[in-house]
């Protein structure tokens, strides 16, 4: 591997662990009732954390929209912007399914359960 080599993967890595500490900040905790002081719910409910997630998800897929718009209609000239935002709604459209299908086959073993 060449010395510029070396250093692309560096700075990709770099970048890697710098997205990853920032989705890392941006991760509420979800904490069982029974740890609440006092007997109160003080923790994120999971119905809420995924309405969060899908809050997120369509905030991005705006954005990525509108930017679209503004290199079609030429008021901007930010292409690869444009793209990254468009892909990063893609990926995180894709992971909000994979967690949907998660959710569903655990309600579905739940269902199958024999009380």
Known sequence: MTYESAMLV?????RIEADADSLAGNIQPIAPASMADGGEHRGVLFADALKQAVHSVDAKEHVAA????????????????????????SLSFSMLMQVRN??????????????
């Open 10 to 14: 560096r700075a990709d890595l770099a």
């Open 102 to 115: 998660k959710v569903m086959g655990a309600v579905d073993e739940l269902i199958k359960l024999q009380v």
């Open 66 to 89: 509108d930017k679209m718009a503004a290199v079609d209609s030429g008021r901007s000239d930010d292409l690869v912007g444009a793209m990254l935002s468009s892909q990063e709604a």
